[in-house]
């Protein structure tokens, strides 16, 4: 989806679980802001996530004010999520990452410390925003990280 130095970005790719879901009937699937595939078995990733707590979050307080229930998440909104998620990578990350792989060499073992960092910050962010839903027994974001 990127070159080694993040100066290049592809369009991201969305898998979903439904080759056809209702809610893109009347889009073309090559017009889509994303690569859209399809598979039952889809796993999703720590920003996608991120967005999709915030959406939930905001979807209850508005409800509340409103007294009636949260709207539903549709296609449509997981795929800006997607969007907004690769979007947020930035070329210094993408460029952190390839060199991890140990396929690129790396100058200073900083670069590792500073992708290592920004998963903990990652996954500290998203137990915040789980901290803010209304429910009693929720998961932890590790659990939630890696639910499948």
Same mark, same amino acid.
């Given at each position: 989806?990127?070159?080694?130095?993040?100066?290049?970005?592809?369009?991201?790719?969305?898998?979903?679980?439904? =080759?056809?879901?209702?809610?893109? !009937?009347?889009?073309?699937?090559?017009?889509?802001?994303? !690569?859209?595939?399809?598979?039952?078995?889809? =796993?999703? =990733?720590?920003?996608?996530?991120?967005?999709?707590?915030?959406?939930?979050?905001?979807?209850?307080?508005?409800? =509340?004010?409103?007294?009636?229930?949260?709207?539903?998440?549709?296609?449509?909104?997981? &795929?800006?999520?997607?969007?907004?998620?690769?979007?947020?990578?930035?070329?210094?990350? &993408?460029? !952190?990452?390839?060199?991890?792989?140990?396929?690129?060499?790396?100058?200073?073992?900083?670069?590792?410390?500073?992708?290592?960092?920004?998963?903990?910050?990652?996954?500290?962010?998203?137990?915040?925003?789980?901290?803010?839903?209304?429910?009693?027994?929720?998961?932890?974001?590790?659990?939630?990280?890696?639910?499948?």
């Amino acid at each position: 989806m990127c070159n080694a130095t993040g100066t290049e970005k592809l369009k991201p790719l969305f898998i979903h679980k439904y =080759q056809n879901p209702r809610a893109l !009937n009347e889009e073309k699937k090559e017009e889509l802001p994303v !690569n859209y595939y399809w598979n039952s078995t889809a =796993q999703m =990733q720590a920003q996608y996530r991120k967005l999709l707590i915030r959406n939930r979050i905001e979807a209850y307080e508005i409800s =509340q004010e409103l007294n009636k229930e949260p709207t539903p998440i549709n296609i449509h909104d997981s &795929i800006d999520f997607s969007v907004n998620a690769w979007n947020s990578v930035s070329q210094q990350t &993408i460029n !952190n990452c390839w060199k991890h792989t140990g396929i690129l060499p790396i100058n200073e073992m900083d670069e590792i410390d500073e992708i290592e960092d920004q998963a903990l910050h990652d996954e500290m962010e998203l137990q915040d925003l789980i901290n803010e839903l209304p429910f009693d027994n929720f998961m932890d974001a590790d659990e939630f990280l890696h639910i499948e």
